[in-house]
């Protein structure tokens, strides 16, 4: 399903710990990571397809996380040819997003790759809140700029355990970087609570967030 300017609608979910760190998941059968997201089908809003999606890439029910916040606008970017299949090229361009601050109130156990027989990942990690942002494929960075910075200052405080904030009202403000207009009106939706930190069935774990890390193609043309 495409707009009439080639962009296919999609959601894309940003998981939080109750360490406010992200869930980064590893495409299947590749070395490159990114953030759950997939199309918006017919007849769905964007939150179903949202919950729809956090169930089928990483296992998880509507119950398991709380709804903190909510990009207002759609962020588009544009996938490079050499990305799009043959049979799309021509008339697909790229995605408009709505992208999802959610916080996990179930398990780290609750997690599970292997929810559907289409699996998307095939391990995953928790990454500080701006680590994907330095090494997303360069094509969907703006993309996670403007959500990650959008988004930053719904993300839970933690009693002043993080160091090194220039904001005291957006701790995860990123330095030197300048929100896109409207930025703060990011819509709220929810207050988090805490999780707690095991490995979910059906996945690995790489302890290490700084290796291994590869920009992703794109997932869902």
């Not at 360490?19 to 990571?33: A, E, L, N, P, Y």
């Not at 990690?125 to 959500?147: C, H, I, Q, S, T």
Request: proline share 8%; no cysteine.
């Amino acid at each position: 399903m495409l707009d009439r300017d080639g962009f296919r609608p999609n959601v894309g979910i940003i998981l939080l710990n109750q360490k406010s760190q992200v869930f980064w998941g590893k495409r299947i059968r590749t070395h490159s990571w990114q953030f759950p997201q997939g199309g918006i089908d017919r007849g769905e809003n964007p939150e179903q397809a949202m919950f729809r999606e956090l169930h089928e890439e990483i296992g998880l029910m509507p119950h398991h996380v709380q709804v903190l916040a909510r990009t207002r606008d759609w962020l588009r970017y544009e996938v490079p040819d050499r990305y799009i299949r043959r049979d799309a090229r021509g008339h697909y361009k790229g995605q408009k997003q709505i992208w999802f601050l959610l916080q996990l109130v179930g398990h780290d156990w609750d997690l599970n790759l292997r929810a559907t027989d289409h699996p998307e990942f095939d391990a995953w990690r928790w990454n500080d809140y701006w680590v994907p942002l330095d090494v997303v494929v360069e094509f969907k960075r703006g993309v996670y700029e403007m959500a990650l910075s959008e988004l930053a200052r719904f993300v839970p405080r933690l009693d002043g355990r993080h160091e090194g904030r220039h904001d005291p009202r957006n701790r995860h403000l990123r330095p030197g970087f300048r929100p896109r207009d409207g930025a703060e009106q990011a819509v709220s939706t929810s207050t988090p609570t805490g999780a707690s930190m095991d490995l979910p069935p059906g996945a690995s774990f790489d302890p290490d967030p700084q290796t291994s890390l590869q920009a992703s193609p794109e997932a869902k043309p």
